[in-house]
């Protein structure tokens, strides 16, 4: 089936230590992107591409860092910079560029501090 | 961007219809209305979209005002697996991949 696969599903940080959460798809979709939600809030975009080598900061993209060297993949690593990265984060993607388009998002990776 | 306002919440019964409304006074001609919903623990599920006609397809409908300024998601026959938040959401058609905007949303209670 295809679909967005995200791991680790949890994942704990120690202080001073960067981490990379990964996100995968074979959807075959030229545009991804990444959120994160706190909880009871709605999700906040930190970064997105729109194709292959190519990417775009969000509303909160301080502290974090991305790639997307493959079509199928779009990591991202949340730096010691982050001073408050306790959050639930999501990867999407949809077909190609526009907000019209339908996003698909994986299940979510639960990251916490040591 | 144009935002959207929801209710916080809403509760209905098993097996009866479910409406829940949207305003999006803002709403530009070139925005798109989004529905989508997210159970605990999940990341969200796409429910349905339009532009200007109202939508039906397998999970929901959705009901468009005339002048754009309101929509009303419809679940025909609500279940227990129904209960999650709804996302009401305004995607602008032009180009631009960044991203859609989610506010809070309504949490929908179903009771049994």
């Known amino acids: 089936d295809g679909g967005i696969t995200q791991s680790p599903k949890y994942l704990f940080r120690k202080e001073g230590q960067n981490v990379t959460l990964s996100c995968e798809q074979n959807l075959n979709h030229d545009a991804m992107y990444w959120y994160r939600q706190d909880p009871g809030q709605g999700l906040r975009l930190i970064y997105y591409?729109?194709?292959?080598?190519?990417?775009q900061k969000g509303d909160i993209a301080e502290g974090y860092s991305v790639s997307r060297e493959k079509k199928e993949s779009f990591p991202l690593t949340v730096t010691s910079a982050q001073k408050n990265p306790t959050a639930f984060y999501l990867c999407a993607s949809s077909r190609d560029r526009g907000r019209a388009q339908p996003q698909h998002f994986g299940d979510g990776t639960r990251l916490s501090i040591l | 961007d144009a935002k959207t306002t929801q209710p916080n919440s809403m509760e209905s019964n098993e097996e009866e219809p479910v409406h829940l409304p949207c305003n999006h006074s803002t709403i530009s001609g070139t925005d798109y209305i989004h529905w989508y919903r997210q159970l605990p623990s999940q990341g969200p599920e796409y429910v349905i979209h339009g532009l200007t006609s109202n939508v039906n397809n397998r999970m929901a409908s959705l009901a468009i005002a005339e002048d754009r300024k309101s929509s009303t998601l419809i679940l025909h026959r609500a279940t227990l697996r129904d209960a999650a938040v709804y996302y009401c959401i305004l995607g602008y058609s032009g180009g631009g991949a960044d991203g859609l905007t989610f506010g809070k949303g309504t949490h929908l209670i179903i009771q049994p």
């Open positions: 591409s729109q194709i292959v080598n190519d990417f």
